[in-house]
């Protein structure tokens, strides 16, 4: 029998916690929208909880070491973003638990596959040409489908399918081995004119390349807050690799050019960014949606409305873009900030695991995957809220949609095979999950 | 590398940091003008997911209610006293907002403004949960039988009637015409509400301007009883000062002649000039008090001052500043009959008389009777508080004999106010608002040894000058208000009604 290791107590006693909260939440949501119990309480909190459970037990079984917050915290905005789609619609609540346990399946597959994440460095090609070709697959005659404006989906008969989910994942791969090999060469990349030292044009092309890529997903699909996570991916993996702050302030420029130069050719994410700029002029129009956020995020106030007692019902998109808005009115800036708090624990756990690993790939992947997490819970956050233009972007773990969740355990499960390889190796322990024989020895 | 993976945590940090900072912003500071923005309607629409305390009178009628709908907004209310009560408790509309008690207790009938109070059972505790059955209804003062009594008495004309407990404050009647019912503003048809409010506004007189307390109107005579209490408590000896029979007074300073009413003479001494409203008489008296005795009195006893009523915006009485009497001697005469820029409510008219009727003091005029939560037990009940001592008591006693003699006197202008075996004290009020138009006051209480109600009535802009007079068009809707609150057969008033009439046409009353 394997001994388990203090970290996975850790994480049980952790899950637990969380399908309490999750179940509370779910109970007051009930009473709040209908003033009863919701009648699917017992077998969503058993379903939820079996779910983790499982998810648990595999990591007892192929990451023992790996990191005990992460899933979790994964668990529990998993858990809460089940209840506001429940109490917005019943019928997404049930295609979300569906996709729940998709996930949790698609992550226990991702540690069974991947046993040591520096294999994946090996297929690095195989995941550029997969990550591209996915991220332009919507624009693909006939399997492409435009949904508010944006071209972001796929359908194959009644199956819609966001492929940009997954292709940043791959993406993330390829730069981190691809930067991992290229480190030295990028950081020094400088040559002297004259006077000054400038960058040398051979050790542009790779940020030229990834610039080129994001503006063609920004121009063919319409999508600001894909464009600019991915590019924002690359840039920080990149800086992450070279250290050079050079090639913050290049991508910084580079990416505010492309977007000025791409606003003046597309309506949609004009439109977007007029409603940012002036939501109050198009109010009834392209402001609408934000402006029936940004009352909704008002009206919560401190303490929030109480789950299932708001309106909820004014705002277009509310179980995916705007479900952050509803939170927001519903629970209040103490709840919210509970929630943010709760990415922010998962993209430092991501970092810290990133510090831990030895190798530059593993370290640049688990960088780039909580970067990921973190630019993406900004990007949408900072929309909803008009810090930033507002995207079609999820957030993740929370927000209604299949491919999101789906992408998102698989980040989760790739980020626990870093963990638990570093771990591994910080105790000199073969990496592959030998029966271990220290008990309680990840201290 | 591990020096920009601790960079890339400080970078995401400082992105939730500006998160954080919106959210506080959003949330905290701007959180009141999101709230106030006129788009916003979610504040509304929220509120009317949840029910809404009942509005009972106070003799138990049901005058606001919320009905459970099937549609998005939860709720209907309705109003099952249709136009009777619409200026009491205003309209609950989520396209006009709201008015009336409707607005003013908003925070009661939804439950926000209870105190929070730890759940004691089960139910408490789902109730604390679901927010839906905290609720509180009120119960007013205003009596269901007297508002039918003043919407009868006058009998479809435009005027208002406001009756209030002297002792407490408490309004028991308060009604105006033209009015409206506030069920079509509450539908939750858009369409029905947008038709209803224009059917609304577009009647002549603005219904929706509660001008039983909003409006103001000339009081003509009936600010008397404030000079006459100027007299008493400011120069006692004018009280006896005979005034010389005039038909018109030569104003100071002017060629301006002020005339008695109709053209009338007379004169003498207080009891006199009041009892048949004496214009000349009342015009020297002012004279002789002088601009600040009687600003001071007016000031005591409510004018120029908001009266601390529980309703929306309550309108300021008017009388002029002392400054603005400089140089300018004869606008004193015309103030101290209730004229020139003498403007007052029938709300503070019925408090002048109140005060009277109180031995001096004017109680703070209110519509709230006691609050009652879900389970219908009385949580907190009004108490009556003084709002002003507008005189001595004996000031009041004095000026009550005058108003006595005003309806039992012969010769009294308010003769038509009789009500057999109960000594009724007034005030009549014909003001002239242009050559052919008055604005025709009755201010009385009774009974005057104890009183139990005091009551204003003001018909506005009336044309004929010989039957449309204070003691002729109102005097006869007061004497029914108070003859229903103190449970008087209406047909035996009546009879005494008729017969008197003939005997005020030729009487002066300013």
Redesign the interface.
């Known amino acids: 029998m394997i001994p388990v290791p203090a970290r996975r107590r850790t994480e049980l006693g952790l899950i637990f916690l969380a399908v309490i909260l999750t179940g509370g939440l779910y109970a007051l949501a009930g009473f709040g929208k209908a003033g009863s119990l919701p009648a699917n309480i017992g077998p969503f909190l058993g379903t939820l909880f079996a779910l983790l459970i499982a998810a648990h037990i595999a990591l007892r079984r192929l990451a023992p070491l790996a990191d005990p917050i992460l899933l979790p915290v994964a668990g529990l905005l998993n858990g809460i973003g089940y209840v506001f789609i429940a109490r917005l619609s019943p019928h997404e609540a049930r295609l979300q638990t569906i996709w729940t346990a998709v996930g949790i399946a698609v992550f226990v597959g991702t540690l069974l596959i991947v046993r040591r994440a520096r294999d994946l460095e090996r297929y690095r090609y195989m995941f550029a040409a997969g990550g591209i070709g996915m991220l332009l697959l919507p624009l693909v005659p006939g399997i492409g489908e435009d949904i508010n404006g944006a071209r972001l989906w796929i359908h194959v008969g009644t199956l819609n399918f966001q492929p940009g989910e997954i292709a940043k994942l791959a993406l993330a791969i390829f730069f981190a081995s691809l930067l991992a090999e290229r480190a030295d060469l990028l950081s020094q990349g400088t040559k002297r004119v004259g006077r000054f030292l400038v960058l040398d044009p051979r050790y542009l092309a790779p940020i030229v390349t990834a610039w080129g890529l994001s503006l063609v997903i920004f121009l063919a699909e319409n999508d600001l807050g894909s464009s600019f996570l991915f590019f924002a991916l690359f840039i920080g993996m990149l800086w992450v690799a070279t250290g050079r702050a050079l090639y913050l302030g290049v991508g910084a420029a580079l990416f505010g050019g492309g977007a000025v130069l791409a606003l003046k050719a597309i309506g949609h994410a004009q439109t977007r960014v007029q409603a940012w700029l002036d939501p109050w002029v198009h109010a009834q129009t392209t402001g609408y949606q934000i402006i029936q956020g940004w009352f909704a995020i008002a009206n919560g106030g401190l303490y929030g409305l109480g789950p299932g007692q708001s309106g909820a019902a004014s705002i277009p998109e509310a179980s995916t873009d705007m479900i952050f808005a509803v939170m927001a009115e519903e629970l209040g800036l103490l709840g919210v900030t509970a929630i943010l708090i709760g990415f922010l624990l998962m993209v430092g756990s991501g970092l810290r695991i990133a510090v831990r690993c030895e190798r530059p790939f593993e370290k640049l992947l688990a960088a780039g995957l909580s970067l990921i997490l973190g630019v993406q819970t900004f990007v949408i956050v900072a929309g909803v809220t008009r810090l930033i233009p507002l995207t079609g972007i999820t957030l993740p773990f929370v927000s209604y949609g299949g491919s999101s969740l789906l992408a998102n355990y698989i980040l989760l499960a790739l980020l626990l095979r870093l963990s638990h390889g570093a771990e591994s190796e910080a105790r000199s322990l073969p990496v592959a999950h030998e029966p271990l024989t220290a008990r309680g020895a990840d201290r | 590398?591990?020096?920009?993976?601790?960079?890339?945590?400080l970078?995401?940090?400082i992105?939730?940091i500006?998160?954080?900072v919106?959210?506080?912003y959003?949330?905290?500071v701007?959180?009141t003008k999101?709230?106030a923005?006129p788009?916003?309607?979610?504040?509304v629409?929220?509120s009317y997911?949840l029910p809404r305390g009942n509005i009972i009178s106070a003799d138990g009628v049901t005058l606001a209610t919320s009905v459970p709908t099937k549609d998005?907004l939860k709720y209907l209310r309705e109003y099952p006293a249709g136009s009777l009560f619409e200026e009491v408790t205003g309209y609950y509309s989520y396209i006009y907002g709201s008015d009336g008690a409707e607005a003013y207790y908003n925070g009661v009938l939804t439950g926000k403004s209870s105190p929070f109070k730890l759940p004691k059972s089960l139910s408490g505790l789902?109730n604390l949960?679901?927010?839906?059955n905290d609720t509180e209804s009120i119960t007013l003062t205003v009596l269901d039988k007297l508002q039918k009594a003043a919407q009868a008495g006058l009998a479809g004309r435009d005027g208002s009637v406001v009756a209030l407990d002297p002792k407490t404050g408490a309004v028991l009647a308060m009604y105006s015409n033209p009015t409206f019912n506030p069920n079509g503003l509450v539908s939750h048809n858009p369409a029905t509400v947008q038709a209803a409010y224009k059917a609304i506004t577009a009647t002549p007189g603005g219904p929706l301007a509660s001008p039983a307390y909003r409006q103001i109107f000339f009081p003509g005579s009936a600010f008397k009883i404030v000079t006459a209490s100027a007299v008493y408590d400011h120069d006692p000896t004018l009280a006896t000062k005979p005034q010389p029979v005039l038909t018109y007074l030569k104003l100071p300073d002017t060629t301006t002649q002020l005339h008695n009413f109709a053209g009338s003479s007379c004169g003498g001494q207080i009891l006199a000039l009041f009892t048949v409203s004496c214009d000349t008489g009342f015009a020297k008296i002012g004279l002789d008090l002088g601009a600040k005795n009687l600003y001071d009195e007016a000031t005591s006893f409510g004018f120029d001052q908001v009266p601390p009523f529980d309703l929306p915006f309550p309108v300021k009485s008017n009388f002029p500043t002392v400054s603005s009497f400089a140089g300018n001697l004869p606008t004193v005469a015309y103030s101290a009959i209730g004229q020139e820029n003498v403007e007052a409510s029938p709300l503070e008219m019925a408090l002048v008389g109140a005060a009277i009727a109180n031995g001096g003091k004017i109680m703070k005029p209110h519509i709230l009777g006691s609050i009652t939560n879900s389970q219908n037990q009385v949580v907190s009940t009004y108490k009556p508080a003084v709002w002003l001592q507008a005189t001595s008591a004996s000031t009041a006693s004095k000026v009550t004999t005058l108003m006595e003699s005003v309806v039992s006197s012969p010769d009294g202008t308010g003769v038509a106010a009789r009500i057999p075996g109960i000594q009724v004290a007034a005030k009549t009020g014909t003001a002239q608002t242009g050559t052919h138009h008055t604005d025709d006051w009755f201010v009385a209480f009774a009974p005057a040894s104890n009183p139990q109600i005091a009551v204003s009535v003001v018909i506005p802009d009336q044309g004929d000058l010989v039957s449309d007079q204070g003691g002729t068009l109102a005097a006869p809707i007061a004497k029914t208000v108070i003859e229903d609150y103190l449970g008087i057969e209406a047909a035996q008033g009546s009879s005494s009604g008729t017969g008197s009439t003939s005997s005020t046409t030729n009487q002066a009353t300013g």
């Open positions: 590398m591990n020096r920009q993976i601790r960079g890339l945590g970078g995401i940090s992105l939730f500006a998160l954080f919106q959210l506080n959003l949330q905290v701007h959180k999101l709230a923005n788009l916003n309607r979610a504040t629409i929220n997911t998005q789902k949960l679901t927010n839906t």
